[in-house]
Nanobody, 127 residues
């Protein structure tokens, strides 16, 4: 079992920044790929970014976040961050941390590629 705990969400004005953190615990015998998804009210959960176990490979969704968001791994095992800059009102959503315990490399950018999820953290960007 893997437990994921997110933190760092909140309310910010457009143009501001937030840094989300996710700490994984439980299974310490392996490294795994991790990612971030988000879900806005009335919409499906969508991929934001993912990163391999060592940070060597990172993937981002299309143009909506590219250049503004950066995913990175922490020094502690199975931790991941999402630095969000130049935030826009359309970034408002619940952000979820995800882990693929079956692979150290990123195997996919869809919900089904990840088998563990955090509880989510709310990000609200005001205009």
């Amino acid at each position: 079992q893997v437990q994921l705990v997110e933190s760092g969400g909140g309310l910010v004005q457009a143009g501001g920044s937030l840094r989300l953190s996710c700490a994984g615990s439980g299974r310490t015998d392996s490294n795994y790929a991790m990612g971030w998804f988000r879900q806005a009210p009335g919409k499906e959960r969508e991929f934001v970014a993912a990163i391999s176990w060592d940070g060597g490979n990172a993937y981002y969704t299309a143009d909506s976040v590219k250049g503004r968001f950066t995913i990175s791994r922490g020094n502690a095992k199975n931790t991941v961050y999402l630095q969000m800059n130049s935030l826009k009102p359309e970034d408002t959503a619940v952000y979820y941390c995800a882990a693929d315990s079956r692979s150290a490399l990123v195997r996919g950018i869809v919900v089904g590629a990840y088998d563990y999820w955090g509880q989510g953290t709310q990000v609200t960007v005001s205009s």
